[in-house]
């Protein structure tokens, strides 16, 4: 290091600096409401959607729009060669009498639920900066009851890194506040017992009421077990662990919750 000058120590800092910082795989979701100008979750990256989770109130029968952007956050690599990234959005597939579609764009444009929903969206490349729109537009059952909900859950992966995803939550609550209110923006700190999963993606969502050891395990249809995903003490809190399916055929699958207090099942299926 003698032979070297203060000024190429200085520089070989700085160019490390900088490669630590280079950030090209950045998929940024963000949701908003239609009569709003900004969006939630602009500059947030997490696979929980916490402080990306905003709900409408609504009554049966009634139509709620939730407007996305899904940006590449990535960084330019250098004048004259910039960067693009082909970023997947994928959207859970609904619930039994709730009527969604989703458009590309936030105004007219094409239906493209069937995508969304089972394979994935993809934007096209996007350079550093670029965007592009999608809109949820979410029909309530006449029938629906009092503190129903629908959570439109949309999570954007890195289309060269698909580990790196990014994760907004609109959620649809009935019968409450007479007709579309102003909802509120909420994080999930939820601390009660729950499982969740989604049926065309492999993120499960649960809570614990206190700082437990976490056993998930994945089973077929037949009931053989195929995989455990985690077994690990975690925190009391929301939590989410992406199940990587991509090598399983498609088909019916058990997810199975174990904690030393509570056990839970779910069922997915995969399409893809
Ligand atoms: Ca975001
Ligand atoms: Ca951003």
Same mark, same amino acid.
């Given at each position: 290091?003698?032979? @070297?000058?203060?000024?190429? !120590?200085?520089? @070989?800092?700085?160019?490390? !600096?900088?490669?630590?910082?280079?950030d090209k795989d950045k998929p940024d979701l963000m949701l908003k409401r239609p009569s709003e100008a900004t969006y939630l979750g602009d500059d947030k990256y997490n696979s929980t959607a916490i402080g990306q989770t905003m709900t409408q109130n609504a009554d049966a029968g009634d139509t709620v729009i939730y407007h996305f952007r899904v940006q590449n956050d990535g960084e330019a690599m250098e004048p004259g060669y910039p960067y693009s990234d082909d970023i997947k959005v994928k959207a859970n597939a609904g619930k039994d009498g709730w009527e969604v579609t989703y458009y590309n764009t936030i105004s007219g444009g094409s239906d493209i639920t069937d995508e969304i929903t089972k394979t994935g969206w993809t934007t096209g490349p996007l350079k550093a900066g670029a965007f592009k729109q999608i809109r949820a537009?979410?029909?309530i059952p006449d029938n629906a009851s009092e503190n129903d909900t629908f959570i439109v859950d949309m999570i954007a992966h890195s289309g060269n890194k698909p580990e790196i995803v990014d994760r907004v939550k609109g959620i649809v609550v009935v019968g409450k506040g007479g007709g579309p209110g102003p909802g509120t923006v909420e994080t999930d700190d939820r601390t009660a017992f729950y499982l969740e999963t989604t049926a065309s993606y492999s993120n499960i969502s649960f809570g614990l009421p206190s700082s437990e050891n976490v056993c998930i395990n994945i089973y077929d249809a037949t009931g053989r077990i195929i995989e455990q995903?985690?077994?690990?003490?975690?925190?009391?809190?929301?939590?989410?662990?992406?199940?990587?399916?991509?090598?399983?055929?498609n088909g019916l699958y058990f997810v199975r919750l174990l904690t030393p207090t509570h056990t839970a099942t779910s069922t997915v299926v995969l399409v893809k």
């Open positions: 290091m003698r032979h @070297l000058g203060k000024t190429a !120590v200085f520089m @070989l800092v700085a160019a490390i !600096v900088a490669f630590g910082q280079y537009v979410v029909v995903v985690l077994n690990e003490k975690l925190s009391a809190g929301a939590h989410t662990v992406t199940w990587n399916s991509a090598n399983l055929p």
